[in-house]
């Protein structure tokens, strides 16, 4: 049932377009400058702009899909209501009349008034039904439009999302404390940025490897962070907008860096304009880098006022894009080879080939080299415990009451936080990660579900209204051509990454 949320609990919609931002912006783009060396910096633009445009179509898909859904809901509830007060009259009329020879009771017949039996048919104004202020998750519209394969489909993409998301934070924080602990460097013509082999010894003389010091981090951050699948924490205020400060904080040093570098140094980069052997990897990356759909319906609810919401949306895209496109190309010009998580290049190891040796720029060097270390950990929690409360609901669904507390309380948080921490300790290849997560799961949450939720929720509109019903909610892009380009473009995204993964 939709959750109507108090005056106490909504925000501006200003803040709402800081909350979207940094829902979006998030791990993707530290991967986006490596991607964009390898697939060249024009394609790499190109795509960025396609990829926001497309992004942006099914976000207001989305938003259209969750209007569709509250008046669904709504109208039904007053239908609901009118047969109540239908059938209330029908026992107070025979209650006064106390005739025993009254016809059987019909809930459906109009037994109060015409105007009550045109009320049960249809509003006098529908449109005041559309709303997007009714909490209604994509697993709500998903019961709600799809059937039971859909249904089934949709927790498995999301699932499957949900688990390479963990896998990602899990490698990426692992990755980020390794390269800070192991000092060794093997020879002293490695370029920062490099990739160093699995085998290469973490300290000088000392018989451990990389990959095992890795291998030790992801196993403690297991121990460490893990256990709060276990428990219904949340986030608070605080923790909000610690996080988010340290986003923005940690972003603009690094384009700020990367700016001043191209000033003092010139472009030590030269990468190519196009290269299509680079273009699945740069694929899955943007696609992972745009996401927000799957948080969406829970993010634009408390917004106070929903008028402007389309216009909001749209230039946080334009926002988004910029900054991505800035981050990437500053990065691939100015350093010569982006690492393929972009904050290591300021690795304070890097420091005597990439920026100069001095106290502050060692600081800002681990704080960057850190920080996803800082944001990921407080994110991890609350993606486990939502993928614990969805592999409990697809399961047991609403029974789940009657299955005992080792189930309910220990089978599902193992099975949250497990399989993505025995992937990272498999691979700790992000671009991998990414490029599957993105292509596959990704384009299923950001471009095939929205685009059939709002394909439904359309035609369900129609037959109820007839047609004649203007929703303010409804996004510039209608028609099922739409829909059909959207579908074509999420299948050749998947099919790319699909050859490229089996052909190399």
């Known amino acids: 049932m939709p959750l109507v949320l108090s005056a106490d609990n909504q925000y501006s919609p200003w803040t709402g377009l800081v909350y979207i931002f940094n829902l979006i912006v998030g791990t993707g783009a530290l991967t986006l400058p490596h991607s964009f060396l390898k697939a060249g910096w024009g394609l790499g633009l190109a795509l960025i702009i396609i990829l926001a445009f497309v992004s942006f179509v099914t976000a207001t898909f989305v938003l259209e899909a969750i209007s569709c859904a509250n008046f669904i809901a709504r109208y039904k509830r007053m239908k609901q209501l009118a047969r109540v007060s239908r059938r209330i009259a029908r026992v107070n009329h025979e209650s006064e009349t106390e005739d025993d020879g009254a016809e059987e009771f019909n809930e459906d017949a109009p037994l109060v008034s015409s105007t009550d039996d045109a009320v049960d048919r249809f509003p006098s104004q529908p449109q005041q039904l559309f709303s997007l202020n009714e909490k209604l998750e994509m697993g709500d519209m998903a019961n709600m439009f799809f059937g039971r394969f859909g249904q089934f489909l949709f927790f498995f993409c999301f699932a499957i999302y949900l688990y390479g998301d963990l896998a990602i934070y899990t490698a990426v924080v692992s990755k980020s404390l390794s390269d800070v602990v192991c000092t060794y460097e093997p020879s002293s013509n490695a370029t920062c940025g490099d990739d160093l082999p699995p085998d290469t010894e973490c300290w000088e003389g000392f018989p451990m490897t990389r990959l095992s010091m890795y291998r030790i981090l992801v196993a403690t951050f297991l121990g460490f962070i893990g256990p709060f699948a276990f ?12 996080t988010s400060f340290m986003r923005w904080l940690a972003f603009s040093v690094m384009i700020s860096l990367a700016v001043r570098q191209l000033i003092l140094k010139g472009p030590e980069g030269h990468p190519n304009i196009a290269n299509i052997r680079g273009l699945p990897a740069l694929l899955g990356a943007s696609v992972y880098s ?3 759909h799957h948080s969406l319906p829970g993010l634009v609810a408390p917004i106070s006022g929903t008028t402007h919401i389309k216009r ?10 910029s900054f991505y496109l800035l981050l990437s190309l500053t990065g691939v010009f100015a350093f010569p080879h982006p690492d393929e998580l972009y904050t290591l290049v300021f690795n304070p190891r890097c420091s005597s080939s990439n920026l100069e040796d001095s106290l502050l720029m060692r600081i800002i060097g681990y704080f960057l080299a850190l920080f996803p270390v800082f944001t990921l950990s407080t994110s991890f929690p609350i993606i486990a415990i939502t993928l614990r409360n969805n592999l409990q609901n697809a399961t047991l669904g609403s029974n789940s009451t009657s299955y005992p507390w080792v189930v309910q309380r220990l089978l599902f948080p193992f099975l949250s936080v497990i399989p993505p921490v025995l992937v990272a300790l498999i691979s700790e290849n992000l671009e991998i990660l990414v490029r599957i997560t993105g292509s596959f799961a990704g384009a299923g949450i950001q471009y095939i579900i929205p685009a059939l939720l709002v394909f439904f929720a359309r035609r369900e509109v129609k037959k109820l209204s007839s047609g004649d019903v203007q929703n303010v909610f409804a996004s510039p892009f209608q028609g099922t051509f739409w829909v059909v380009i959207v579908l074509l473009w999420a299948a050749a995204c998947i099919l790319l990454v699909f050859v490229n993964l089996f052909a190399s």
């Open 290 to 292: 745009f996401m927000c």
């Open 231 to 242: 428990f219904n924490v949340q986030k608070t205020k605080y923790l909000q907008l610690f």
């Open 312 to 321: 909001l949306l749209a230039m946080d895209y334009i926002l988004i894009a």
